[in-house]
């Protein structure tokens, strides 16, 4: 009976995988399948909440949360991150033009804006904009901290045009989100 517990220990001991546990800006590259990207110094903590900006007549809600030990692939290599995800309203005079606030992203990526990498030094962070219809704005917002309750914004789209054999013609193709630099946001 004891030689069965000694081979159940050393069976149980074998079959687990270690996590490694590493900070938010380690290269995925040459790190271990299952390792974990952590905000170990709460860095993504800041940018929570909602924020509220205003740009050519339009006024820009963010509501930002922080996930935790969300899983994601590369490089045929699973790993787990911590990350921001951002849902926003883009209104003009009361109405609303898009908004994310209500939207479920279990089976679509459109409209979500998330990630984890973080600005050494600079009290930054950068996004990734999945984009609108047919990945039309798709690119990177790129958020950095000025004081306890404003942030500035950048956001600089890749793809701005769509095709006409993948793009139905009936979509809105236009880009809500302030194409801009140094739009400043305040905490609510």
């Given amino acids: 009976m004891r030689s069965v517990w000694f081979i159940l220990v050393l069976f149980a001991v074998f079959s687990c995988k270690a996590q490694q546990v590493l900070p938010l800006n380690t290269s995925a590259f040459?790190?271990?399948?299952?390792?974990y990207f952590k905000d170990l110094n709460n860095e993504l903590d800041y940018y929570t909440g909602a924020w509220v900006g205003h740009f050519n007549s339009k006024t820009i809600k963010l509501v930002i949360t922080k996930d935790v030990k969300i899983p994601f692939k590369?490089?045929?290599?699973?790993?787990?991150?911590?990350?921001?995800?951002?849902?926003?309203?883009?209104?003009?005079?009361?109405v609303v033009l898009e908004s994310s606030l209500n939207k479920d992203f279990t089976n679509d990526v459109g409209l979500s804006i998330e990630g984890s990498k973080t600005k050494d030094n600079e009290g930054g962070?950068?996004?990734?904009?999945?984009?609108?219809?047919?990945?039309?704005?798709?690119?990177?917002?790129?958020?950095?901290k000025i004081s306890d309750t404003q942030f500035s914004w950048g956001y600089y789209p890749g793809t701005t045009t769509t095709n006409d054999i993948t793009c139905p013609p009936d979509k809105d193709y236009t880009i809500y989100l302030p194409e801009t630099e140094n739009l400043i946001f305040t905490k609510q």
């Fill in 30 to 35: 040459k790190s271990p399948t299952n390792s």
């Fill in 125 to 144: 962070i950068t996004l990734v904009f999945a984009g609108g219809n047919c990945s039309v704005g798709i690119g990177t917002i790129t958020l950095k």
């Fill in 74 to 94: 590369m490089w045929k290599k699973d790993f787990y991150t911590d990350r921001l995800f951002v849902k926003y309203e883009v209104k003009r005079d009361n």
